[in-house]
């Protein structure tokens, strides 16, 4: 029987060791662990606790088929980061391609074969030329793998934001040929800022944050017997590389967006300037599961 405040958490624990699952049962006791300390620690209020449960309930009934509010608050408390990070490269001992899925990626991309144009309706920008290779760890290249590709739009607008652009605008999916390469032809995106008029623009406020992503390609690579790959390619250019508002950033992710002023050497009716992007993508060896879409 509970008598004091110090004897709740004992009790919770000894209920969480019932849990059959080892799995499950290691995670409860953790959290129950740290979110009493937490509670502790802070000293939290009854009001205070009223609140939290009451932004926890916003969270989930602002979460709809076209935004998700749980995955756009864990990226911007770093914890999405954190865990791509400790899964991937070695389980975090060296540099991975891997990166956030985010929150604008849909299954069923159009097929596009290699060195066609992901732009399905009028969008106004300057031309990107992208090259990828898909390789293994050990530099070999991954031949037949399926490339998934989205991009924001050069207003810095997802194409099911935006009621102008075409369904599945700036999205295509691509298979590498027998040196694990793939390449298209899009236009160049920018930075954006991330929906800011529910919980997360209300935190984003009460920090003095800005809501900005620097400009980003989004790739999603599958290859039986490889850990699925979710990359993000960022424009070391834009002004939010060293801020971005949901720490997705990382060394290994830096692209080199580079700026030709003279006429494209095999497409004459490109006006200038356009873009060119050369990128590797590093997949590890594992299992083939695609993640649950954020939205529909």
Known sequence: MIKRQEDVTPAVLAVMQRTTDPRLREIMAALITHLH?????????????????????????????????????????????????????????????????????R????????????????????????????????????????????HASPIGLYE????????????????TDVDGRFWFRTVKMIGYPIPTDGVVGRLLAAQDRHPF????????????GFKVLISQVYDPTDPHIDSDV????????????????????????VPAPWYSLDYVY??????AVLPRPPIK
């Open 37 to 105: 300390a937490f509670v502790r620690d802070v000293r939290l209020t009854e009001r205070e606790f009223r609140d939290a449960t009451a932004v926890l309930n916003e969270i989930g009934q602002r979460t709809t088929d076209t935004h998700n509010e749980a995955v756009l608050m864990a990226g911007s408390l770093g914890v999405s980061s954190l865990i791509c990070l400790l899964n991937n490269g070695d389980n975090g001992q060296t540099e991975t391609s891997q990166s956030l899925l985010g929150p604008f990626w």
């Open 107 to 150: 299954l069923h991309s159009p097929p596009t074969p290699n060195g066609g144009s992901i732009v399905r309706s009028e969008t106004p920008g300057a031309e990107l030329f992208v090259h990828g290779r898909v390789q293994d760890k050990a530099g070999q290249p991954i031949v037949g793998a399926e490339v998934d590709i989205w």
């Open 160 to 175: 099911n934001q935006d009621p102008g652009q075409a369904d599945m605008n700036l999205r295509g999916k691509f298979t």
């Open 213 to 224: 992503r620097p400009a980003h390609l989004h790739a999603l690579i599958v290859k039986p």
């Open 246 to 269: 949901q720490f997705g950033v990382t060394e290994a992710l830096v692209g080199d967006f580079v700026r030709h002023d003279e006429p494209h050497p095999d497409t004459p009716d």
């Open 282 to 287: 590093t997949m590890e060896e594992g299992e």
